[in-house]
């Protein structure tokens, strides 16, 4: 019998740090959950700023491209104008020349020329006639010379502003290339940022993959390890029982005397814990996201009792509750009993309010000894401090 009890308390060592080992596992998932969504909307995030360069980009490009199309244009233009200019300065020299020449030619031989027209003048009428178309030739040389000036001009000027716009569309394509180069380089590392969140998604998943086999081993290990308590619990339960009934074999321990403490509906199931562990509602690890009872934190041996009159339906041994005994006090309403080390009453046997059922223990599916309280109305659980 002692080493029985001497083996119970190792396995039950073994199991709270198994328990302690899954709640750390469960903490090391959830953060691993959390980085993996945080790196996920940073990745979103930042393949939105690579869109909106990417657009940014394309537009300069377009607009590189019909700023090049009209550099191209104007090139053409000026070129053209050029070509003008050059025609327009040559005639100008050619008129200049040959008025020049003219004006010399009669300057020199002027008299000599006047005379030859008088002579060779039939009268005066056809001597003043010649005399008037010498005059409009020298007008007519003095004219051409004014608008071949005043062609020259005005294509000199439409040459300046050709110029000038030409320059600015320079300008402006030297400032679309400046915007390029800076929107690329914005691209290149926003790129180059996508990469390093891709590989910090993949080590991410990679520890939180690794994290989960972890706990699913760590769980498989705590599970072996409650079934072995369990099996020793029975064993010492039914060795203790034994000994009570004179080695009878009977399977229920002797109950003690009925309490009954407390104000509400029901009484408190076990008044001798030191304290209430967990919640209704409670987060606990993945496995049990919303805790359905209450956990009443006690020593191994002490006593439990029914809340209230009714009928016991379950008083036997479960993979997960351990040794549970559940209660039905009619009208939907039912009462659970987890965890026990031993219990006092069997399945079918009528039980009044404060009369014990059973001892705390650690079997089933537990990191420590205490009593898991749970209240289900219509089968649905509710908080039992509403009852208490």
């Known amino acids: 019998m ?37 790196l996920k909307n940073q990745k979103n995030q930042t393949q939105e700023e690579k869109e909106a360069l990417t657009q940014q980009l394309n537009e300069i490009v377009d607009d590189m491209e019909q700023t090049q199309k009209r550099l191209s244009a104007k090139e053409q233009e000026i070129k053209q104008k050029e070509e003008e200019l050059v025609n327009a300065k040559i005639d100008e020299n050619n008129q200049y020349e040959s008025m020049k020449k003219r004006i010399v030619y009669m300057y020199e031989n002027g008299n000599t020329e006047f005379i030859e027209i008088l002579c060779n003048s039939k009268d005066i009428g056809e001597f003043l006639n010649k005399a008037e178309y010498i005059s409009r030739i020298s007008e007519y040389d003095r004219a051409q010379l004014v608008t071949f000036q005043n062609v020259v001009a005005e294509v000199k000027k439409q040459e300046e502003a050709l110029q000038t716009e030409y320059t600015e569309l320079t300008g402006l394509r030297e400032e679309l290339g400046v915007k390029q180069a800076s929107v690329e380089k914005l691209l290149a590392d926003t790129n180059t940022k996508l990469e390093e969140l891709e590989q910090k998604i993949g080590a991410n998943a990679a520890r939180l993959d690794k994290l989960l086999k972890e706990a699913a081993e760590a769980a498989a290990r705590k599970k072996a390890a409650e079934e072995a308590a369990a099996k020793a619990a029975a064993q010492a339960a039914a060795a203790a029982a034994q000994q009570a009934d004179g080695g009878g074999g009977a399977g229920v321990q002797a109950a003690g005397p009925p309490v009954v403490s407390g104000g509400g509906q029901f009484t408190n199931p076990c008044p001798g814990a030191s304290y209430i562990s967990s919640e209704f509602g409670e987060y606990r690890d993945p496995s049990d996201p919303s805790h359905k009872g209450m956990d009443f934190a006690a020593g191994t041996g002490v006593p439990t009792y029914a809340a209230a009159d009714g009928t016991v339906v379950i008083a036997n041994y479960s993979d997960s509750a351990g040794n549970w005994v559940v209660i039905n006090h009619g009208n939907g309403l039912s009462t659970k009993y987890m965890h026990h080390s031993a219990l006092t009453v069997s399945a079918g046997q009528r039980v009044t309010k404060g009369q014990q059922i059973g001892l705390v223990g650690s079997t089933g599916w537990s990191t ?9 109305v219509n089968g649905m659980a509710v908080n039992p401090r509403n009852y208490l």
């Open 2 to 38: 002692l080493q029985l009890k001497r083996i119970f308390s190792l396995i039950l060592v073994l199991v709270l740090c198994l328990g302690l080992s899954v709640q750390v596992q469960a903490s090391a998932i959830k953060k691993a959950k959390e980085k993996d969504k945080e």
């Open 368 to 376: 420590g000894p205490h009593l898991h309280f749970q209240v289900e």
